[in-house]
């Protein structure tokens, strides 16, 4: 008896949440540029997903990583696509010194989204943590919080990630992790400092005032109230961050302060074909394919993310979802 | 009896929003008889703003006005301004029909000085006749054959170029002073004290008060036939409330202007009108003389209004219900959920407006 | 409220510094590579064994006196080493950042005032896209179509015989500005002034399409927001026509956001582009500093990275000086 009142209970409490969330299905359906951003997003995690699977690891050139990618020979000068070399077959053809573009790419989508969400969740979660934090709490938290926030945002992003980058490697750390480290530590005070805004926002209101009055505990009042409220700004946040990150991390590769040599990274792919852009005397886009296969492919993993981003900020802007 | 200066027949207005369409006003009909001062009252949503809007046909998207005519009786004919472009009707709003906004600090643009603001006015409206003054006084050659060109000639490429370009264009200042002049006399008009201070200073410097009559300016620049007032004391305090009616009495004299005064306060409406319109959910209910209206309230929902007006010693009273939703408005009679006389036929038609007795009209079955 | 902000930029780079072990961070000091055997006589006469105050202390008196910022791989002191580059980002900069800002404008006014019409739909995908292709990729896609295929922008700053020719101390040849597109009107040479310009429509290209799409949103939701507002409606009722209306009120004012927006953006580009640089191999501040990380050349990173904090709280400082002038509503404070 007392479980099925119970349930009744919780159904009709969550019953706006229902609604509000049907409201944002419909409107994600019927915004065409969401749907074309999620059809993008859902064909790259079954690209990664299937990965193993149409891209085989295993070659001896791998040394055992599947993240590393295979070198159908030793030559320098990159092979068109469709051709055979040393009886491996190279179906988008191969970059300079034969690494096998068709599965870089593959793999490439595995990485991407590893460094993406390796990434994006722990700058989210810090942030939202610190935000929080400092956003409730005020005093002098509040200003410590502002001033160190200041002085990380002070720098433009990706300077500063080369900083960190240059002094972690040193200590050891390795290249992709310390890359990451560095986008995290310089990360995180994005949604640090959303999280504080709503939060100062919101625990003005007055239902706040009044769950505090009734003796909720801090963390319940954070928990319960304050943080449902702000977390649509962050999500936005998040998923254009997802492809600014992957952008990054393929810029810096480009620079030679990313991914290792041979990994299985987009902008290592486009990183080999420097020196093969201006293509053959008589032919200006003889090696075409070694920067335009991966660039496609790291273009449309971003607008995906992009357009989703972007959608969801049209959708949860709050002065229409507060009606 | 003096003529109708505007005469709105069955206006209907439509919103089209997320949640479904509006139905804001609902042939609405009213009219405005030159020289006098009349009250648009009703609670808050009857629709009374966006009549006043629509007077001058400034409803925003997705307003959308679907039907009836407005007519105004503008140099002795008569237009019906639903049925003119957007370049007619930006030359009769400022200049014949007028408007003073509710918040005036909120209708006032935060980057532009006070000054800024009235100059605007002249120059869109009276630039013509200004500089005409300005040909009238002594002039340097070059200046005269500008400001002939200005006036023959106004929209000539010449005079476009010329005015952008920065040292060139010094000319300018004989007609900013003339202009200059128009607004002095507009800012002591509205009896603003240290006017050439407060010419100076932008709309966040400005007290509510002082604010509001600063929009008063702009509006009675050019000496509307018209002058919409919309609620142009709710957000002052009641001591600034009351020199800012005695403003309006007194301009009304002086510019001669008709003035519409929309409302909710009913204490407004017997201190400063002549006839008064009451609205409810989108139509209008009862139109009287003031003094007609309050001793002999016809319409039931403008008696349970004034019955509804506390007073020490009478039990406090209210309207039962709520004003219903325009998505989905009542048929027939709107106020029949509501009503304490409701019969049959009101919860299926609509009454028409009828005049019962001499200048009074009612919209009810009851007669 | 800079002033802070400045130290506590010097102090994290500082901080960041200290994590290197003390035989790298003396490193950095060494003028001539015999140096390297004696280490431990750097490290007292730098004096990186004092503790950590002192140290921070030394440095930034050295950083701000001297310009002491370490040397360089190629024994060259790493102050002289940015200043010399720094011409080359400056002029990129100078070209990109009204294209940005004006295009951004007029655009993102346009697609207010259109809103939810194809106008408005077409350059919301525009920006899009924009800010969703890899700079470097974009970058490389040009040359290989407008360079290579077509020849008509080459990368570079110069051409090889203009390179001939400025650098020849007998030529009559003298720089004024540093920078090549006006030098060359100053000299009395405009085929080098075109020549420079040739060389610069490409990077400005990648950098005008990655940068405008912020402006563009933020310009276009400043003036929704603007044109919403009562003012606006209230010039209407004025007579207004809807030109003036839009042009003379709803635009100036959604315009403040944006200008302090593009201040930053301006601070931003003046510190180098990293990336486009290194593809165009234009030999400007962000080229070094990402050749210097391959390296890794830990000095020039570092001062890099200095430089661009200082510069970015310094644009902060100025632009919240323009907002004031610009917003009667801010003076006041």
């Known amino acids: 008896m007392e479980v099925r009142s119970k349930l009744a209970e919780y159904r009709v409490r969550l019953q706006p949440t229902v609604r509000e969330l049907k409201l944002v299905g419909t409107r994600i359906r019927s915004s065409r540029l969401s749907i074309l951003g999620a059809a993008i997003i859902v064909f790259y995690i079954a690209l990664a997903l299937l990965g193993p699977w149409i891209a085989p690891a295993g070659r001896p050139s791998q040394g055992g990583d599947p993240y590393m990618i295979p070198k159908f020979g030793i030559l320098v000068t990159p092979q068109p696509p469709g051709s055979i070399v040393h009886g491996n077959y190279a179906l988008f053809g191969t970059t300079a010194w034969q690494y096998d573009i068709y599965y870089g790419c593959v793999w490439g989508t595995r990485s991407a989204f590893r460094v993406g969400l390796l990434v994006v969740i722990p700058s989210l979660l810090v942030g939202l943590v610190l935000g929080m934090i400092a956003g409730y709490y005020g005093g002098y938290l509040d200003e410590l919080f502002m001033r160190l926030t200041d002085v990380i945002m002070a720098f433009p992003s990706l300077i500063l990630d080369m900083a960190l980058i240059v002094v972690l490697v040193p200590l050891g750390v390795q290249r992709l992790d310390a890359v990451m480290l560095a986008f995290v530590l310089v990360g995180w005070t994005n949604y640090a400092r959303v999280i504080r805004g709503e939060v100062l926002r919101t625990k003005n209101e007055d239902y706040v005032e009044a769950a505090k009055s009734i003796g909720c505990s801090d963390l319940r009042v954070i928990a319960k109230h304050i943080l449902p409220n702000s977390i649509y700004p962050v999500l936005i946040m998040a998923s254009l961050d997802i492809g600014t990150t992957v952008l990054g991390v393929a810029a810096l590769t480009f620079i030679g302060l990313g991914a290792p040599e041979g990994y299985a990274d987009w902008g290592q792919l486009i990183a080999y074909s420097r020196n093969f852009i201006f293509g053959k005397p008589d032919n200006p886009f003889g090696y075409w394919y070694t920067f335009i296969i991966p660039g496609l492919f790291i273009s449309f993993f971003t607008l995906g993310w992009n357009l989703l981003g972007d959608a969801f900020r049209d959708i949860l802007d709050p002065t229409i979802r507060r009606k | ?367 | 409220m800079t002033i802070p902000t400045l130290l506590g930029v010097t102090l994290l780079i500082f901080a960041i510094m200290q994590f290197l072990p003390m035989n790298i961070r003396a490193m950095m000091y060494i003028t001539d590579i015999k140096e390297l055997g004696n280490l431990p006589k750097l490290i007292v006469e730098h004096g990186l064994d004092q503790p950590v105050y002192v140290q921070y202390i030394r440095w930034l008196q050295g950083v701000v006196m001297d310009h002491t910022l370490g040397v360089d791989r190629y024994n060259q002191p790493v102050y002289d080493a940015i200043v010399s580059r720094l011409p080359a980002s400056v002029e990129l900069a100078i070209y990109s950042i009204p294209l940005i800002v004006i295009i951004g404008i007029v655009f993102g006014s346009a697609a207010a005032t259109h809103k939810d019409k194809a106008f408005d739909h077409a350059t919301r995908l525009l920006a899009i896209i924009g800010t969703s292709l890899p700079s470097f990729w974009e970058g490389i896609v040009l040359l290989a179509v407008f360079f290579a295929a077509l020849g008509w922008f080459p990368p570079q700053r110069w051409s090889p015989s203009v390179n001939l020719y400025v650098s020849d101390p007998g030529s009559n040849w003298k720089w004024c500005t540093h920078l090549i597109t006006v030098d060359g009107l100053l000299n009395g040479r405009p085929d080098i002034t075109l020549d420079g310009l040739r060389h610069l429509v490409l990077p400005v290209t990648v950098i005008t399409l990655l940068n405008i799409a912020l402006i563009m949103r933020v310009m276009r939701s400043s003036m929704l927001e603007s044109l919403g507002k009562e003012y606006v409606t209230a010039a209407r009722a004025r007579g207004l026509t809807e030109r003036e209306v839009v042009v003379k009120h709803a635009r100036r004012n959604a315009l403040i956001p944006v200008i302090t927006l593009s201040g930053l953006l301006a601070a931003g580009l003046l510190t180098g582009v990293v990336i486009t640089e290194t593809v165009f191999d234009l030999k400007g501040i962000g080229a070094y500093a990402a050749e210097s990380a391959a390296v890794p050349d830990i000095p020039i990173i570092l001062a890099y990275a200095l430089l661009s904090g200082i510069v970015f709280v310094l644009a902060n400082l100025i632009v919240d000086i323009l907002y004031a002038y610009v917003d009667p509503r801010i003076r006041l404070e």
Do not use: W
């Open chain 2, 1 to 367: 009896m003096s003529e109708k200066l505007l005469n709105i027949e069955d206006l209907v207005l439509r919103f089209y929003t997320y949640e479904g369409i509006v139905e804001a006003l609902d042939g609405v009909n009213l009219d405005i008889r030159r020289g006098e001062t009349l009250g648009l009252v009703g609670e808050t949503g009857c629709g009374k703003t966006v009549t006043g809007l629509s007077t001058m046909v400034l409803v925003p998207p997705p307003g959308r006005i679907e039907g009836g005519r407005i007519l105004l009786n503008k140099n002795d004919t008569v237009v019906d301004l639903l049925s003119k472009d957007e370049a007619f009707l930006s030359d009769v709003r400022g200049a014949d029909i007028s408007m003073a906004f509710q918040d005036p600090r909120s209708a006032l643009d935060p980057v532009c000085t006070v000054r800024a603001h009235i100059s605007e006015v002249f120059l869109r409206h009276r630039k013509q006749e200004l500089v005409e003054r300005v040909l009238s006084r002594p002039l340097s050659r070059l200046e005269r054959e500008v400001y002939e060109m200005m006036s023959k000639n106004p929209d000539s490429l010449v005079l476009k170029v010329v005015s952008r370009i920065p040292l060139l264009n010094r000319y300018k200042h004989k007609l900013q002073d003339e202009v200059n002049n128009e607004v002095m006399r507009m800012l002591k008009e509205m009896q603003i004290p240290d006017a050439d201070r407060v010419a100076d200073m932008y709309p966040h410097e400005l007290s509510g008060g002082m604010a509001q009559r600063v929009v008063l300016a702009m509006a009675l620049a050019c000496s509307p036939e018209l002058l919409i007032a919309d609620e142009p004391t709710t957000n002052l305090d009641v001591t600034i409330q009351l020199q800012i009616l005695n403003l309006i009495r007194e301009l009304k004299r002086k510019f001669g202007s008709t003035v519409e005064y929309i409302t909710h306060d009913l204490g407004v409406i017997a201190e400063i009108c002549d006839r008064v319109a009451v609205m409810y959910a989108g139509n209008v209910v009862e139109v009287a003389d003031v003094m007609e209206a309050f001793k002999n309230p016809l319409h039931p929902y403008t008696r349970a209004l004034l019955e509804s007006i506390p007073r020490p010693g009478r039990e406090f009273k209210s309207i039962e219900g709520t004003v219903p939703s325009l998505i989905d408005p009542p048929k027939g009679c709107r106020f029949h959920t509501r009503c304490s006389y409701a019969m049959e036929i009101c919860t299926k038609e609509k009454p028409p407006l009828k005049e019962v007795a001499k200048g009074h009209y009612v919209q009810c079955f009851l007669y």
